[in-house]
């Protein structure tokens, strides 16, 4: 039977973590956070990990459109995020989803913003700000002076020019339009958008081969999970507020990994490399 939650946001501040013991203390159990936009399917099926909105060629396209203007857009959670984060994943071509060691520890990801996951969120944002780019003139001629300050330091300092960009906003244009549907839908998850929802998943021993420890970024499982294996469920009830930065719990990060799934996975990572 699963156990379900739901959690405001106050009473979310003043959590250490989201189940009961029984869930929290079993350190054969992980945690997925995500949003209402895609629960249903995730009721129904599990975790595919399957993009369903944002592709890797998708991922790819944008990161090459913002190498080529020498621009690093204007929020941090878009093209920064996309090209930094999502792209590294994006090289994982079969199915996989991620995973947290505690259940407090990703917050982030249940949160109106990020609706969709990170995929979404880096790539709309990331859509939005050229979007933006094009529609200022100041943000135009801001890129280019950068650019020109830039190069010119260089160059009085003895050291190689840096490329200077003028970006063809036609050219940019077309090369936008063949995301627009995708950057569109991302959109629509956001306005979905209804609560938070953390997932607790409870694997097995066949599991361990599917699965690594890639430290800050989580536990990567490559394969599909199914919706029997989930063993806990809480929705968060956080409106448009962002999810508290709540600091890892180093007690239950330490006995998670000093327990026998981490140790695991460990074991099988050195026998692969060997």
Same mark, same amino acid.
């Given at each position: ?20 013991? *029984? ?14 936009? /895609? ?5 129904? +099926? &599990? ?36 090209? &930094?984060?999502?792209? !590294? ?10 995973? #947290?060691?505690?259940?407090? #520890? ?8 990020? %609706? !969709? ?14 979007? $933006? ?8 001629? +801001?890129?280019?002076?950068?650019? /020109? ?17 003028? /970006? ?6 077309? %090369?936008? $339009? ?36 890639? !430290? !800050? ?27 508290? *930065? ?17 140790? *695991? ?10």
């Amino acid at each position: 039977m699963i156990e379900q939650v739901r959690v405001g946001f106050e009473d979310l501040i003043a959590r250490k973590w989201l189940f009961s013991p *029984r869930l929290e203390d079993d350190p054969w159990v992980l945690y997925h956070a995500t949003s209402s936009p /895609v629960e249903r399917k995730i009721d129904q +099926e &599990g975790f595919a990990g399957s993009a369903f909105l944002v592709t890797r060629e998708h991922v790819i396209h944008m990161v090459s459109l913002y190498r080529s203007m020498n621009w690093a857009g204007i929020h941090s959670d878009g093209y920064a995020a996309l090209g &930094g984060i999502t792209l !590294g994943r994006a090289h994982f071509l079969e199915p996989h989803c991620w995973f #947290r060691e505690a259940s407090m #520890r990703s917050l982030v990801y249940a949160q109106r913003s990020w %609706a !969709g996951g990170e995929w979404a969120m880096s790539f709309r944002q990331a859509f939005d700000d050229l979007v $933006e780019f094009l529609r200022s003139e100041t943000a135009r001629q +801001e890129h280019l002076q950068s650019q /020109v300050q830039l190069c010119r330091f260089l160059v009085m300092s003895g050291a190689a020019p840096s490329p200077v960009i003028k /970006v063809d906003a036609a050219r940019l244009t077309a %090369a936008l $339009e063949p995301l627009q549907v995708n950057a569109e839908a991302c959109s629509q998850l956001v306005q979905r958008y209804e609560h938070g929802l953390i997932y607790a998943v409870k694997f097995v021993e066949s599991d361990v081969p599917n699965l690594s420890d890639r !430290g !800050g970024s989580g536990i990567l499982y490559t394969g599909t999970v199914l919706s029997d294996r989930i063993v806990g469920k809480a929705c968060l009830d956080l409106g448009d507020r962002p999810a508290p *930065r709540k600091s890892d719990d180093v007690e239950r990060m330490i006995f998670w990994r000093e327990g026998p799934l981490a140790l *695991r996975i460990r074991a099988n990572g050195t026998k692969a490399r060997e």
